[in-house]
């Protein structure tokens, strides 16, 4: 029997396999079949940050994150454990700037397909109103 939590209840380290200081999401702010988002304040102590901004690699694992947290929340629901997946690829990456400690990332992805263990989601980042990153990803699932 699914059991929906509420998000704000679910800490991360309870659907992602990352662990600190390699966690980059914050907590869940939306999930459903197709669509999940994930919120993240930005951190000077953050790995990813360097020079007062979040670097592009920080960017493409929030986003793989993002998609660990979409699977990582459907199986706590559904009473599994929390499964490892790799970022496949990465398309159409277009980054219109980095975002800056003290920055808040909402992240959203939405699911296009999903085929033997892989699924391709696009994905945005938006700070405020202003979009920054928009990708297509494609994930692996172990």
Request: with cysteine.
């Amino acid at each position: 029997m699914v059991q929906f939590l509420r998000f704000l209840d679910v800490s991360p380290l309870e659907i992602l396999p990352q662990r600190p200081p390699f966690i980059l999401i914050d907590g869940l702010t939306h999930y459903d079949e197709g669509t999940t988002s994930t919120r993240l304040t930005i951190r000077s102590k953050n790995l990813f940050v360097a020079g007062q901004r979040m670097l592009a690699t920080g960017l493409i694992e929030n986003i793989a994150q993002t998609c660990a947290a979409r699977l990582g929340y459907f199986n706590l629901i559904s009473g599994l454990p929390v499964k490892i997946g790799y970022i496949g690829a990465i398309s159409g990456l277009h980054i219109a700037r980095t975002p800056k400690v003290g920055e808040i990332l909402d992240t959203t992805i939405h699911v296009k397909e999903e085929v033997f263990g892989m699924t391709l989601v696009e994905a945005e980042i938006w700070i405020g109103e202003e979009r920054i990153v928009t990708a297509e990803m494609k994930i692996a699932i172990q």
